[in-house]
């Protein structure tokens, strides 16, 4: 399916998973630790300050703010990046 999420505030952790498509919005968002995993072409947006443990199989694109520690598995043309 595909839905747009977006978030403000703040939490230990989260964890977000896109199946088919669809964008979460979550820069306004903190959390110490946050899983993603995208199986489709969603894109997702957080800040993160610990943790950060990515999937993506697909097309999905994660772009994150902060300066956490980062473990990627990469299955196809998605693309992670730090953003100011």
């Known amino acids: 399916g595909s839905g747009d999420v977006k978030l403000a505030g703040e939490a230990?952790?989260?964890?977000?998973?896109?199946q088919g498509s669809g964008d979460y919005s979550a820069r306004?968002?903190?959390?110490?630790?946050?899983?993603?995993?995208?199986?489709?072409?969603?894109?997702?947006?957080v800040?993160?300050?610990?943790?950060?443990?990515?999937?993506?199989?697909?097309?999905?694109?994660?772009?994150?703010?902060?300066s956490p520690s980062v473990n990627q598995s990469i299955f196809g043309s998605g693309d992670v990046k730090n953003i100011k």
Request: some cysteine; proline content about 0%; glycine content about 12%.
């Open 12 to 18: 230990k952790k989260q964890e977000i998973t896109i």
């Open 28 to 45: 306004d968002f903190k959390s110490s630790e946050c899983i993603v995993k995208i199986f489709g072409s969603g894109d997702v947006t």
């Open 47 to 66: 800040n993160v300050t610990d943790s950060l443990d990515i999937t993506i199989d697909g097309s999905g694109d994660i772009s994150y703010a902060g």
